[in-house]
């Protein structure tokens, strides 16, 4: 296995727990992650703790506009010696979950911290410009918000109108130094180019699914139930051809659609289904 350039166990010793680091060691593995990511020349990209460097230095070569944002100083003070006069880069020694979104398009590309990688996943949901975010992060965290489970988050369902989660690549542990204890995998969020539902209905979308998650009344049904009639809620589930007592996790994103447009159509008739 090897080390990255600098690694010291003395120093890692100290930070690895506290900034969450275990670094890409396989440059095949990070060729194919920079390639599936699908940026080219002339994207913004924004890298999320490189570390050492190892997507880097593929990330540069193939879009040359890349910011990254290195919280350890130790490493960002090294990636920005190496790039010393090379504009194609830049380092930014901060917390990237502080750091507010390009007000141009960009994608992001990065081996995240674990620890982290909820925030971050939050961060790329909600940034306005962000065209695909390929997060390279734990593997159960990956197929979770992906719903390769047969189950879907909260997270995914609010956001589901306006992006979708692909499970990608998985990386085996030991790819990664300091080797942690589970395999990694690509998630990658891409934003679609026409939303599912117009600006206006996002907010009684989100309180509706904010409401199915509530977990009152054991089931998806039940929980909507205490907004809309029993007989709306049925004739809904029925549309969307999910049971009336199914649990939540459950229901799959295209099925809370056609709950949104039936539940809400004398809103929004022109979007009901």
């Not at 542990?173 to 998630?187: H, I, N, S, T």
């Not at 809370?256 to 289904?273: C, E, I, K, N, V």
Request: net charge positive; charged share 20%.
């Amino acid at each position: 296995m090897s080390r990255p350039t600098g690694y010291s166990p003395a120093r890692n010793a100290a930070t690895r727990k506290r900034l969450s680091q275990n670094f890409l060691t396989a440059p095949a593995t990070a060729r194919r992650i920079v390639a599936a990511s699908g940026i080219g020349p002339g994207d913004l990209v924004l890298e999320i703790g490189p570390g050492d460097g190892m997507l880097t230095r593929y990330l540069v070569r193939r879009s040359g506009r890349v910011v990254a944002y290195e919280k350890d100083l130790h490493y960002a003070r090294r990636i920005a010696t190496r790039y010393s006069g090379d504009d194609r880069l830049r380092v930014v020694h901060k917390d990237f979950r502080a750091v507010d979104p390009p007000a141009e398009p960009f994608a992001i590309v990065a081996n995240i911290p674990f620890a982290a990688s909820t925030d971050i996943l939050r961060w790329c949901l909600t940034a306005p410009r962000l065209t695909t975010a390929t997060l390279l992060t734990q593997y159960e965290f990956a197929r979770k918000h992906s719903g390769d489970y047969g189950r879907w988050t909260k997270l995914t369902i609010v956001h589901w109108p306006d992006s979708v989660p692909i499970l990608g690549e998985r990386v085996g542990r030991r790819a990664f130094f300091p080797v942690p204890r589970v395999d990694g995998a690509v998630l990658q969020i891409v934003r679609r180019p026409d939303p599912l539902l117009p600006a206006g209905a996002r907010a009684d979308y989100r309180r509706m699914v904010e409401l199915g998650f509530s977990g009152l009344g054991g089931s998806l049904a039940a929980s909507l139930r205490r907004a809309h009639s029993a007989r709306a809620v049925g004739a809904a589930c029925a549309a969307a051809g999910i049971a009336t007592d199914l649990p939540v996790g459950l229901v799959p994103p295209d099925a809370w659609l056609t709950l949104f447009h039936r539940l809400h159509q004398s809103r929004y008739p022109g979007d009901s289904a």
